[in-house]
């Protein structure tokens, strides 16, 4: 990398390249995440989004091959094509059949899943707190929820709980904890999630909602002593962390997720111990809304 004539860090012959794809991609904050990383590890990479509609992954793939794009990150709607079409997977990826994450070994693209991980790390890196031993429960089913359980299960959480509307989605989701999976009905959830150590909110359901808006459940079971984890990020403060908050409950916002998830992208991708503080000042920097 070499600087440019107002300062900035420019690309040269010997830059390396990453990449997001997906669709739609010009909102991501990734880019602003890893070239914050990037620059604060005084690594010569550049990191930029691709937008490729639905059925594009091949053609993707290939162009990473043909370029040599050194690493990949998988967005909506892309995650399970693209475990399709990667020739490795790691033992998450082919557990979830979804990736995030893809890693370009001279030509060999391996596919990886840091969302769970990346999770399990941010509740100790917030919380100070492990999953191990602990009951949890995980409201909803989709792709963030599917990767929670298994992180959960094998983070060595004692049980864990599913409840979303869709009761097909929720035991796929709950299969994935083994027999420490099981799944409950929204409308008899109280009870567990009254007596859970640690309760997340996988569902989009307070995305953009202000103070008082829309909880995925009554947070009149919260208490002191429970960790109350959002993968919801905007707004950083949801409904249910606010309430979570006011009943003594310790709320992990979905910030910590979304930058350690990409933390252990950085890793995979460059070996080099990932810039954590950078990676959440920039992150936090973009959530603002000139962000
Ligand atoms: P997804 O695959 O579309 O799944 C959405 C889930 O939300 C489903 O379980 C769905 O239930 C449930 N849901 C949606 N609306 C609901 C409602 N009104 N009431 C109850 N349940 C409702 O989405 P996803 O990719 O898993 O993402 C889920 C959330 O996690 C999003 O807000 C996303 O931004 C966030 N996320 C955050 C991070 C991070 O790094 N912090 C990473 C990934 C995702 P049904 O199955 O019953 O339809």
Redesign the pocket.
């Known amino acids: 990398m070499s600087v440019d004539g107002v300062g900035r860090a420019a690309p040269t012959g010997a830059t390396r390249v990453a990449a997001v794809i997906g669709d739609p991609v010009r909102h991501s904050r990734s880019p602003l995440i890893m070239n914050a990383a990037f620059a604060a590890a005084a690594l010569d990479w550049v990191y930029v989004a691709f937008e490729v509609p639905a059925g594009g992954v091949p053609a993707a793939l290939g162009g990473v091959r043909a370029l040599g794009i050194a690493g990949l990150s998988v967005t909506?709607p892309h995650k399970d094509a693209v475990a399709e079409a990667v020739d490795e997977l790691s033992d998450d990826a082919r557990q979830l059949g979804a990736v995030n994450c893809v890693v370009n070994d001279g030509g060999t693209l391996r596919g990886h899943n840091t969302?769970g991980v990346?999770f399990v790390d941010a509740v100790g890196a917030e919380a100070g707190a492990s999953p191990a031993g602990m009951s949890c429960v995980v409201v909803?089913?989709?792709?963030?929820?599917r990767s929670v359980v298994l992180a959960l299960a094998r983070a060595g959480a004692a049980e864990v709980v599913v409840v979303?509307?869709?009761r097909e989605?929720a035991e796929e989701a709950a299969a994935l904890a083994g027999d420490r999976g099981r799944v409950v009905a929204p409308a008899a959830a109280g009870p567990v999630l009254a007596e859970a150590g640690l309760v997340v909110n996988?569902?989009?359901?307070g995305?953009q909602e202000p103070p008082g808006g829309a909880t995925?459940f009554d947070p009149a079971v919260l208490h002191a002593g429970q960790l109350v984890a959002d993968?919801?990020?905007q707004p950083l403060l949801t409904p249910l962390l606010a309430e979570a908050g006011r009943r003594g409950a310790t709320p992990v916002d979905?910030l910590g997720?979304?930058v350690h998830?990409a933390g252990a992208a950085f890793e995979l991708w460059t070996g080099t111990p990932a810039p954590l503080e950078a990676m959440a000042a920039a992150a936090r920097r973009s959530l603002r809304p000139e962000g």
Not at 140 to 145: D, R
């Open positions: 909506m969302d990346g909803g089913a989709g792709g963030a929820a979303n509307r869709a989605r996988a569902t989009s359901v995305m995925p993968l919801v990020y979905g997720m979304l998830q």
